[in-house]
């Protein structure tokens, strides 16, 4: 089949990425003919993608759905229910995650459309590798969990960015900022490898999680064992510095490290923590949605909290920096750590602006 194609305009593009919306709105699952019909066309050129990924986004608007002949009714909010409609614009964006995985568009069509995709791969039949490669964003507050096509599972903390990257050879993901949290699915015969600044995680079949940070990287192993690689000063390579085992936690400067230290094995994993059982799911309590406090230092409340607000919180008063605080607190729901501090800790919440929070005690 030849790779050469006739220059085609974008009316034209659009007329034919209308005419794909059309066919695959129907009842019945596409035909793996269909699937492959549709990745060609969209492989021929970035207008081909943008196009498409365009309509899919108007999905919802009632115009747009007149103009393409698709029944008004389509357009009514969606419901719990599965109904033939819901069903075929479910399938139609299950088609389209993969084929943006690299389009500029990539964040917000994995985070909008990936799920979607990933329940059809028993209909759609065994999935390439990198079937989920792409890049997955968080907003600020924001936690999500995307299931990868090895059956691995990937948790990301809010404000944060994780690009996967799987091949055949190897499963390689790179925490960009923030926070994520793996579960891996065994596989002694594809490596699971997470690169995060000048430091490398690598597990078989395990869990754990990595937080980036602007000169360090945080480890805690949640379950089995990893192995920790760092970066080697004018080397294009990563040296094994140490292992992680269950309940254990440890944080790493962020920077690359020289020959000699790489040979003694010295000057690179900083103190290791063993957790007990009820401070490990303490510090794991984000994966589903919440913040947990035991007796923690206003200070470190405060920087914790901050991470998961678009405004900044300030203790303005020092003397009220150690303060105590225990509590646990949904995220999305961070407001009530201020009820809390006014009602049982005496401090006073002031909002400055919408971007600004100061804390203080309250006057006597």
Known sequence: MSNIHAFIDRETIEQEAREWLIRLDGDDEPSSAQITELRTWV????????????ISEFWDDANILTELSI????????????TPENKSRKTFNSLLAPLFAFNRYSAIAASLMLAVTLGLFSVLGPQPSNATNGIFVT??????????????LLKI???????????????????????????VSHNADWPFEVYAGKRRVKAIGTAFSVQLNTDS????????RVDIAASVEQQQRLEKVGSLSYAQQATFSNREISQIAAQEKTAVIQEIDTLAKPELSRQLAWREGYLAFDGDPLSQVVEEINRYLPTTIEIADPAISQ???????????LEDVFDVLESSFGIQVSHIDDQHIQLRLQPE
């Open 43 to 54: 492989a021929r050129s970035a207008a081909h993608r943008d196009e498409l990924l365009r």
């Open 217 to 224: 990287v945080k480890v805690l192993v949640s379950e089995g």
């Open 139 to 152: 907003a600020i507050g924001d936690i999500q969990q995307h299931k990868l096509v090895d059956g691995s």
């Open 157 to 183: 903390n809010t404000d944060s960015q994780v690009q996967v990257d799987y091949s055949d050879g190897i499963r390689k993901i790179r925490l960009l900022r923030g926070e994520a949290h793996f579960q």
């Open 71 to 82: 029944p008004l009714a389509t357009t009514q909010a969606s419901t719990s229910q599965s």
């Open 323 to 333: 303060l105590r605080i225990g509590g646990r607190f949904k995220v999305g729901q």
